[in-house]
């Protein structure tokens, strides 16, 4: 019985090499900072619907068509969402009269518009921002007077 050997070509075997690791590296911190991101973004599409939710609910408590209108833009500067935005939310409220009355037992609805810049959301430099629009209707009770 006879034993061969074979010449070893100079390749270490099971062993990674320093410039694979850079680039697996590389490609591990991209990953993260994109998930980063879209954490952040899918976190203020929440905060805007549950604002929008809040103010649509503020408004539809409300006994008039204008105090609703003011109660919802009332809601929107308190909620603190501004500070997520570039620029002020816009506000748009619109009133769907009920039946027989202009008010009571119709429903409101509040849109709210939001530009959030991309550097913020993915906290390295990124051009741009991204709009977020969201909305909300309520119902207002017709025997709330």
């Known amino acids: 019985m006879s034993i061969t050997t074979t010449s ?27 998930l980063g991101y879209l954490g952040r973004l899918t976190a203020s599409g929440v905060q805007a619907t549950n604002v929008a939710q809040h103010a649509a609910r503020a408004a539809s408590l409300a006994p008039s068509p204008q105090e609703g209108v003011s109660a919802a833009r009332s809601a929107v500067d308190q909620s603190g969402i501004g500070n997520r935005c570039e620029s002020s939310p816009a506000v748009d409220v619109v ?8 008010w009571f037992g119709g429903s409101v609805t509040v849109t709210i518009t939001c530009d959030v810049a991309q550097s913020s959301l993915s906290e390295v430099w990124t051009p741009g921002t991204r709009t977020l629009v969201v909305s909300d209707t309520q119902p207002i009770d017709r025997f709330q007077g």
Do not use: K
């Open 8 to 34: 070893d070509s100079g390749r270490d075997g099971g062993f990674v090499s320093s410039v694979e690791i850079v680039y697996v590296g590389f490609v591990a911190l991209l990953v993260v900072v994109f």
């Open 95 to 102: 009133v769907t009269p009920g039946a027989g009355d202009p």
